[in-house]
């Protein structure tokens, strides 16, 4: 089946722009794209698109004075200064309007759909903010400790099931954080509390040398996404190495 998303430039124009994702949504869309969504202040965009149902699949970079008939700057030696500028707000509004765990459209098969091809290490993957929002270091470790993947693991080589299993531990792990109201050295985006006591749960977070919770093996520490990240060897397999070929 074909799936098609309302652009919302261009259509339900009978209603105000930020009416128009209800329209949407009511005619039995569930993607919607438009134009730009600079002149309105992205939390009434996001606001909109939540409160719709809807999931946000495109926008555009500034264009310039697109009233003035301008379709784009990137060709214009003259405004490098201002595409890149446009390319950076772009991309922290695609982060505000990109999926959330606690979305219903954040399943299972969406994850996988995000995974496929996909080399990039599965730790690296989740902190992605344009993939999935609000993920950040504590919840990732977290997350991949409770489906007993290493975060290391190119995320497109995972396998369904575990995938799947994925999907709910991100869920839980941010889930455990809010029931803590946050941890004190929270880098979960929402404020959820200063005052937390969710580090005092961590189940791998924080946790080196200390035993694992399910085997007893003491966790480790190591790097992955530029970003400390701790791990239970015996419950999170690291990847093999990909094997050197034997030269004749
Ligand atoms: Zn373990």
Do not use: W
Request: net charge positive; glycine share 8%.
């Amino acid at each position: 089946m074909p799936r098609f998303a309302a652009n919302l430039t261009m259509l339900f124009t009978e209603h105000p722009f930020l009416e128009r994702f209800a329209a949407a949504a009511q005619s039995g869309f569930d993607q919607v794209e438009f134009l730009f969504p600079y002149e309105h202040p992205v939390d009434e965009v996001r606001a909109a698109l939540r409160e719709a149902g809807l999931e946000q699949v495109l926008f555009n970079l500034p264009a310039g004075d697109f009233a003035a008939g301008q379709r784009g700057i990137a060709n214009d030696p003259a405004r490098v200064a201002e595409f890149r500028d446009g390319v950076e707000r772009a991309l922290e509004i695609a982060a505000r309007l990109g999926l959330e765990p606690f979305d219903p459209s954040f399943t299972g098969g969406h994850l996988r759909a995000l995974a496929r091809g996909s080399r990039a290490p599965v730790k690296a993957f989740l902190l992605d903010q344009k993939r999935i929002a609000g993920v950040g270091n504590i919840y990732a470790d977290e997350a991949l400790f409770r489906a007993r993947i290493h975060p290391l693991r190119p995320v497109g080589s995972i396998a369904r099931a575990q995938l799947d299993a994925l999907r709910d531990a991100v869920v839980e792990a941010l889930e455990a954080g809010i029931a803590a109201k946050g941890a004190t050295i929270d880098d979960f985006r929402d404020p959820y509390g200063v005052q937390g006591s969710f580090q005092d749960q961590f189940l791998v977070h924080l946790r080196e040398g200390r035993p694992c919770s399910r085997c007893a093996t003491p966790v480790i520490k190591l790097r992955a996404a530029g970003r400390g990240t701790y791990v239970c060897p015996r419950c999170q397999k690291a990847p093999r190495p990909r094997r050197a070929r034997r030269g004749p």
